[in-house]
């Protein structure tokens, strides 16, 4: 006799989290290490240039009675 057909949903589960945990977990494996990391100079930070707005803003309604 075999398992139960409830015991197979639990079974079927349980892989399914394992399958999942290990895709999840996969890429740390290949992500650089913080010593790897900790011999290159920082990064600077620029400024972002400044959005020129064509057209009229967008101004919501908040009040949709008053027009």
């Known amino acids: 006799m075999g398992p139960r ?4 949903g639990v ?4 892989v399914v989290a394992l399958i999942c945990s290990a ?3 996969l890429p ?3 992500a650089p290490t913080a ?3 900790a011999g290159q100079p920082p ?3 620029v400024s972002p240039s400044p959005v020129r ?3 009229t803003p967008f101004v919501p309604n ?5 027009r």
């Open 5 to 8: 057909q409830e015991d197979n």
């Open 53 to 55: 707005v064509v057209g």
């Open 43 to 45: 990064a600077e930070m």
């Open 28 to 30: 740390g494996l290949f």
């Open 62 to 66: 908040v009040n949709p009675r008053e």
């Open 23 to 25: 895709i999840a977990l």
């Open 11 to 14: 079974l079927l589960l349980g």
């Open 35 to 37: 010593s790897i990391a």
